[in-house]
């Protein structure tokens, strides 16, 4: 199995598509993100993981994500990954992630003891301004991204 992308999202919907093929709608991809206030913050991040398994592949592997700051390990997760051979799929990582200060944590992603993806996330300092809301003229979406029409 090989890893093809992690992302940081906010939310995902998955839907099928014409002839049976899946869609997977990602919102809010983001690799910094404003402190939500003062210094030290505490945040449980979500990212999506999403892997393919090749035919010759059985199918059974371990996705282990370290995160790191600097050499220091700041959270690690592992968990099992079944994927049809021939076939992707995703799981989603969570891991409670503490910043003091400003700067970034790397995901440190790997399928068993293969290659490893590195996905930065970098906690900027509190907003003066909240985010503003997203608007489908701008490109944002207004309700879960299946709902959306073209």
């Not at 393919?52 to 996705?63: D, E």
């Not at 021939?86 to 799981?91: H, M, P, R, T, V």
């Not at 989603?92 to 992603?109: N, S």
């Amino acid at each position: 199995m090989q890893i093809m992308s992690a992302l940081f999202i906010e939310h995902f919907d998955m839907r099928q598509a014409a002839g049976g093929a899946a869609r997977i709608d990602l919102g809010g991809v983001h690799f910094s993100t404003a402190a939500p206030g003062p210094f030290p913050v505490t945040i449980t991040p979500h990212m999506l993981v999403l892997v393919r398994c090749p035919p010759s592949h059985a199918g059974l592997a371990a996705l282990e994500v370290r995160f790191l700051r600097g050499d220091e390990q700041v959270a690690r997760n592992v968990q099992p990954l079944s994927v049809e051979s021939g076939k992707f799929g995703y799981n989603l990582v969570q891991a409670e992630l503490t910043f003091d200060e400003p700067c970034t944590i790397e995901a440190h992603c790997r399928i068993d003891q293969g290659d490893v993806l590195v996905v930065p996330l970098t906690m900027n300092p509190p907003a003066d301004d909240p985010e503003p809301a997203a608007s489908a003229a701008d490109g944002g979406w207004t309700g879960t991204p299946a709902a959306q029409s073209s």
